[in-house]
């Protein structure tokens, strides 16, 4: 409630217990640096700039961004029960809940750089400005809403009861000043940041929110292996990173029966994901590691190892002792390759970290060099049977800009699929399946198992009818949640991932409205991940099987926000970057409060059916095969749905012109 504090407060020193981000480079010029300044002081009464300029300085100075670290607030952060929260407006609680949940050191990445996940998808950009939001959050009414812009809390604005609480735009720029170093520049300016997708967007629930999805990712490649090769033993599984969404890997690659082996850099994110019980042994010798593979293969053991160290040399350690890898991919943050997103091989963490601050243009260049060696082994691997796939961090965009031997023979496309093309796009995002997820509001475990058991029956249910196209995907998502106790995946708030299509999510989301309705469990908020059939344009990613040409448009995202903002959403974003990098997507996804009315009930079908047939129907319109049965199937239950179908072409036809 406090917002800006009447009184400086005292200084923060730094604290070495929590994982901070890298020092940014200095990018700005004397000018701009001034800029920076003002546009920082301008949140405090000129009585406070002489000191706080100093210590902006100073700030900009160590960690090339102002992060205003002496604000931070003494209380704990953690997502509190909605009714704690003071207020006039539960859906604004219902916010409130979800941005401290971000800003959770057990669940953010950089949390005191108010940093969630990625390295650098923010919440705020400061913390002047997540002590504003909050005050106005507390301060708002159901007649207002409040206006995000790159963390910045633009105001509240007279709006009314079914519109958006919040509605946030994270990294929108004009698109010539979207690259890299604009995000650099622009975000030291403090005009603008990076929001991730659920960052920025207060939606992220910790790796729990990827696990599902790399799970189901994991297992359809196994099974993908199998069909082409009929082998049927146990497979190891090589990868890379343990950071906020990568740590989930090893955790699916238990769940997906494999031999996971996931090499990471940074001590303090193997030893997170430890202690979270997430990954099962630490191994930093690649001896050690290769005595342990075998053994595990001899054994017939799943088992998931973390590699402290970097991975090119596993991945050239496993070709030189001929170690087969059955799987191989990679989730280092390659979105964020210059500013420690990818650690090349050679340097130890805290000399890469300074080099990158010091010498900038040293570090791209053995960055580049790194990634020519991590995809020569990779291709070496390959030679011998091993299934690589892009796992939508931007590998093979990056490899292939660094100059490594990525490229397929027409030179256009990649070597190696990403997930979507061969995994997610067809089964998942074109049949409208996608990482719907929902949080108790409440905090309750207990409300969390009432909820679990809800969406299962609810999905039980719908299986005895489902067509065969999707039976595979229905048996997978009730395995998933029949297992999600048993899996203890709970990394700050009471929230849940489950898969679902648009008919699943609008029937799990009435039954919990109705078990609200009648008392037998608190508030539920809705979401999703942005990384989803609707959500993004991302043409190396979410939108890699779309093959008419249209991958590189953003009308889809585009439309979702607003389309979500007039159907009952409690709030929108929007965002420039998130999974692949700035300039590289545009993503946007929504939150929304059930409260166990009849206005609940009406928002969540209208706006879930609209949240995913958007994707289904523009993925139709690519000639998706998948997309054209669901849509078809979609208009058969809603008759008030008419989607514009695309008509094949006969090949013969074109083979006769003369083009
Ligand atoms: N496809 C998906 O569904 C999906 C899911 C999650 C993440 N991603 C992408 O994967 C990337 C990782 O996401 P994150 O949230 O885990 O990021 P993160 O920055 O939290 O984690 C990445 C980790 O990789 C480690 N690392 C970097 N270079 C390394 C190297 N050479 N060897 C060993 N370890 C190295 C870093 O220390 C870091 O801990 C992002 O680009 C993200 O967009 C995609």
């Keep these: 409630m406090e917002g800006v504090p009447k009184n400086i407060p005292i200084k923060k020193e730094i604290d070495p217990l929590i994982n901070h981000a890298p020092k940014r480079k200095d990018i700005l010029s004397k000018d701009e640096k001034i ?22 300085l100073a700030e900009l100075k160590e960690f090339g961004r102002i992060y205003m670290h002496r604000f931070r607030p003494d209380y704990e952060m953690f997502a509190r029960a909605i009714n704690d929260y003071p207020g006039k407006s539960l859906q604004a609680k219902a916010i409130m809940l979800m941005i401290q949940n971000n800003l959770d050191p057990a669940v953010a990445q950089h ?4 940093i969630t996940y990625g390295g650098n998808g923010s919440v705020f950009q400061n913390w002047i400005q997540y002590r504003l939001t909050m005050k106005y959050l507390a301060e ?49 300016m403090g005009v603008t940041q990076f929001g991730q997708m659920t960052a920025g967007s207060y939606m992220y629930i910790g790796p729990q929110g990827i696990v599902h999805g790399t799970t189901i990712t994991v297992l359809n490649a196994i099974r993908r292996i199998e069909k082409k090769t009929g082998n049927n033993g146990r497979k190891l599984f090589l990868t890379a990173g343990l950071g906020g969404m990568s740590g989930a890997q090893p955790k699916a690659g238990n769940i997906a029966g494999v031999i996971t082996v996931c090499a990471e850099i940074n001590s303090k994110a193997v030893e997170t994901r430890h202690q ?65 997103g990818y650690y090349p091989v050679g340097l130890t963490l805290e000399e890469a970290n300074e080099m990158m601050a010091v010498d900038a243009e040293k570090f791209k260049e053995l ?228 409260d166990g009315t009849l206005e609940a009930e009406k928002n969540l079908k209208m706006m879930l059916h609209w949240d995913v047939n958007n994707g289904v129907a523009r993925r139709n319109w690519a000639r998706n095969e998948n997309a054209v049965f669901a849509i078809k199937r979609a208009m058969e239950a809603e008759p008030l749905l008419k989607v514009t179908l695309a008509n094949e072409v006969d090949q013969a036809v074109l083979n006769g012109l003369n083009i």
């Design 35 to 56: 800029v920076a300044l003002k546009n920082a002081l301008r949140y405090f009464p000129s009585t406070q700039h002489k000191e706080l300029a100093l210590d902006f």
């Design 111 to 114: 949390p005191h750089e108010l």
């Design 140 to 188: 708002m009414t159901d007649e207002q809403t409040l206006v995000m812009y790159s963390g910045h809390p633009m105001g509240l604005f007279p709006s009314h009861k079914n519109a958006p609480r919040v509605v946030v735009s994270n990294g929108m720029m004009i698109p010539n000043y979207s690259k890299p170093d604009d995000w650099e520049k622009f975000n030291a």
């Design 276 to 340: 979270q019980g997430w990954v099962d042994e630490i191994i930093q010798d690649l001896d050690a590691l290769c005595a342990r593979i075998l053994k595990a293969k001899a054994e017939n053991e799943v088992v998931s190892i973390a590699f402290l160290g970097n991975i090119v040399d596993v991945w050239e350690k496993f070709d030189s002792e001929n170690i087969f890898v059955d799987l191989g991919s990679d989730q280092t943050s390659l979105h964020n390759p210059w500013a420690g």
């Design 367 to 594: 960055v580049q060099e790194s990634l020519r060696r991590h995809s020569n082994s990779i291709n070496k691997h390959t030679k011998k049977g091993t299934y690589f796939f892009d796992y939508g961090n931007a590998f093979l965009l990056e490899a292939s800009r660094a100059g490594a031997a990525v490229m397929a023979e027409n030179n256009i496309d990649f070597k190696y699929p990403s997930y979507i093309q061969d995994i997610l796009g067809p089964l998942c995002f074109d049949f409208g399946f996608g990482p719907f997820r929902w949080v108790c509001a409440s905090g309750n475990p207990d409300d969390l198992k009432k909820t679990d058991e809800i969406a299962c029956l609810v999905l039980e249910e719908m299986i005895k009818n489902s067509p065969s196209e999707i039976q595979e995907q229905m048996a997978d998502n009730i395995k998933w949640i029949k297992g999600a106790q048993e899996n203890k995946l709970v990394v700050g708030s009471q929230a849940r991932i489950l898969y679902a299509d648009a008919e699943g999510r609008m029937l799990i989301a009435d039954a919990f409205n109705k078990a609200i309705a009648k008392g037998e469990i608190g508030e539920i908020i809705l979401g999703r991940d942005h990384h989803d059939v609707s959500g993004t344009d991302s043409p190396y990613r979410e939108t890699s099987n779309i093959y008419d040409g249209s991958k590189f448009t953003a009308d889809m995202a585009i439309q979702n926000v607003i389309g979500d903002s007039f159907r009952g959403a409690t709030w929108v974003s929007i965002h420039n970057g998130g999974g692949v990098g700035w300039g590289e997507v545009i993503n946007g996804g929504f939150g929304m409060l059930l």
